[in-house]
């Protein structure tokens, strides 16, 4: 379906999953309501992996997405081999073979024939005494391994996948890659892009990242939330892609949601990082210079990123077992809710902690009170005059014993502590295990990837990369800057007046991302939005340190904060443990601007 612009073939990629767990809607919207050459899925996730691995354990047969075989493909099947669709999805988890033979039976049993292909290699737990041997440590804060791992798994790149649709696959089934690897995959194989061809690696990349959150750059989490309509319906992402690396973001005709220069370059900003180098196996990206442009309703045409040859490693994702964790949830109402709900938490955590120590049991490892309501997200900007809070209480331990003294212990607060104590959420609370993140990098040399089609095993050969040090990148580029000149009328107003952003996590770091509303803006934004300001509204998560990275092709800047999540993800007991609402606590901080800017 693929068709030719002018002298340009454009190849039409729909991006159906954020997640293992988005919305069924999307699919069946891309295929059915779409003119589509290729349907991608970004389905895993470090924690999705350890929940996979505990899976496989179980059942050798297990640790895949199921969803996508006997929810999404057995209704699409019919539709996608009639339309010729080709789909590309990490849905194999940490077992891609058993995800392929669960849809050879589906396609079977409709009488359907597909060639499959799957990717593997990622899985690399048999590497792990070695590596052990090798003394390898955490990347990020050297720590020593521990001593088991639930899943082990390197993030792989585009060529596998491409190597797969060159032998005519109708389906590519992987375990972990990295997310934008299904669509710069498909890129690679229809263009025929060689692995030195930088830029254009670079611009799949972008397209990759763009629509690997699927809805998020149709209008999902838009900070202006109000102007995106029928999120019931919301579109799902499609690039138009083009050989020289150029491509535009739409979403199928009729569908809700929105497609703005705003709306998309909130999802680059999401978990990049310092935006020289985003890394991935096959390039190394430069997002410095990216523009959008609206060429029509719900079309923005990208372009603007550089590339230049990946490192010659691949980062390892790996997961263990650190102990247990329980959380409960009260609701307290009436006057002083905040100060009685505090009280309970401290009271109940005092009184099970002698408890413990009386049982000889051992004690707490953490512990974290959240008043849900009394805005604790915002530190010493809250504004907690409200009458109803939700209390949350988070313990930590290496014994679920304790842990479960601690759930025997939280419900009596109902009886004999703050007055309009109500709402015990979801009964007595289980304890469930805490699964940590160990990332670290591993030579590609050491990761032989392989390709199975029809039965033949085939080794795939990439590019062992650059050994270049990480530190080698592009010069910074930096905003404009001016502050108000001496005398002029000031304009105090919060910052999302002038911006809009989005936020994310990578592993115990925050990545904030903040977009300029108008080039007018930006001067001031720059010369107020130092890493110290941003570094003092987040004070009560006590970053280790802040970065702030520019991106002046559109007008925003990236900030990261260091070690603000209690360890992110499954290993942390905040409720924003992913820094998902980071950018909106961000966006209320006040800012002086001259009056005349915003008036």
């Excluded at 102990?323 to 955590?349: F, H, S, W």
């Excluded at 025997?408 to 607060?413: G, Q």
């Excluded at 108000?484 to 911006?499: D, S």
Aim: charged fraction near 20%; charge should be negative.
């Amino acid at each position: 379906m693929s068709e030719q612009a002018g002298n340009e073939r454009v190849v039409r990629i729909g991006g159906a999953s954020g997640f293992w767990g988005d919305t069924a809607m999307s699919a069946p919207q891309l295929v059915r309501g779409a003119d589509i050459d290729y349907l991608v899925f970004d389905y895993l996730a470090e924690v999705t992996m350890s929940i996979l691995a505990s899976q496989r354990l179980k059942d050798p047969a297990a640790g895949y997405a199921t969803d996508f075989v006997q929810i999404t493909m057995k209704a699409l099947l019919p539709d996608l081999v009639a339309k010729k669709i080709r789909v590309v999805a990490n849905a194999g988890g940490v077992n891609p073979l058993a995800c392929r033979d669960a849809l050879a039976r589906v396609a079977q049993s409709l009488g359907l024939t597909l060639r499959i292909g799957v990717v593997t290699g990622d899985e690399i737990s048999a590497a792990v005494p070695a590596l052990r041997e090798r003394d390898t440590r955490e990347m990020f804060s050297g720590e020593a391994m521990p001593p088991a791992f639930v899943s082990v798994n390197a993030y792989l790149g585009a060529i596998p996948i491409a190597r797969a649709l060159d032998q005519g696959c109708d389906v590519v089934i992987t375990g972990r890659c990295v997310d934008s690897a299904v669509t710069l995959g498909v890129l690679m194989h229809e263009f025929g892009w060689r692995d030195d061809e930088h830029d254009r690696l670079a611009q799949g990349t972008l397209a990759g990242h763009l629509i690997e959150c699927g809805a998020q750059c149709t209008g999902g989490l838009f900070t202006d939330w109000d102007q995106v309509p029928d999120w019931e319906n919301i579109g799902f992402p499609i690039v138009e892609a083009r050989a020289d690396g150029s491509f535009t973001i739409t979403k199928p005709e009729g569908t809700g949601g929105l497609v703005t220069p705003a709306t998309v370059s909130e999802q680059l900003v999401y978990e990049i990082g310092d935006p020289r180098a985003y890394q991935v196996p096959d390039v190394c990206c430069d997002f410095t210079q990216v523009r959008f442009e609206q060429t029509g309703e719900h079309r923005v045409r990208v372009s603007g990123a550089r590339g230049r040859a990946p490192t010659s490693t691949y980062k390892v994702s790996a997961t263990f077992a650190d102990g247990y964790r329980n959380m409960a949830v009260l609701v307290i109402g009436g006057q002083d809710a905040p100060a009685k709900a505090r009280r309970t938490g401290e009271a109940i955590l005092t009184r099970t902690s002698r408890m413990l120590a009386a049982l000889g049991l051992p004690a707490y490892s953490e512990t974290r009170i959240e008043l849900l309501g009394a805005e604790d997200m915002f530190g010493a900007s809250a504004r907690p005059d409200t009458r109803e809070v939700v209390l949350k209480i988070a313990v930590r331990c290496p014994s679920k014993a304790s842990l479960d003294l601690f759930a025997r212990e939280f419900a009596p607060a109902g009886t004999s502590m703050a007055p309009g104590t109500t709402g015990l959420m979801g009964g007595r609370p289980s304890p469930t295990p805490v699964i940590r993140l160990f990332s670290f990098l591993v030579d590609k040399r050491e990761v032989p990837i392989a390709l199975e089609v029809d039965g033949t095993r085939t080794l795939i050969e990439v590019p062992h990369g650059s050994a270049a040090a990480p530190t080698d990148l592009p010069p910074a580029r930096a905003l404009p800057t001016a502050a108000p000149a001496p005398g002029v009328a000031l304009r105090t107003v919060p910052l999302i007046r002038l911006a809009h952003g989005r936020s994310g996590d990578k592993g115990n770091k925050a990545n904030i991302g903040v977009i300029a509303r108008r080039p007018a803006y930006v001067p001031v934004l720059s010369a107020w939005l130092t890493p110290e300001r941003v570094a003092a509204h987040f004070a009560h998560n006590q970053p280790s340190s802040v970065e702030r990275f520019d991106l002046p092709g559109f007008d925003a800047m990236n900030f990261l904060l260091h070690d603000v999540l209690g360890g992110g993800g499954m290993a942390s007991l905040r409720t924003d443990s992913l820094a998902k609402a980071f950018a909106q606590v961000l966006l209320t901080l006040p800012v002086d601007v001259p009056a005349d800017l915003v008036d």
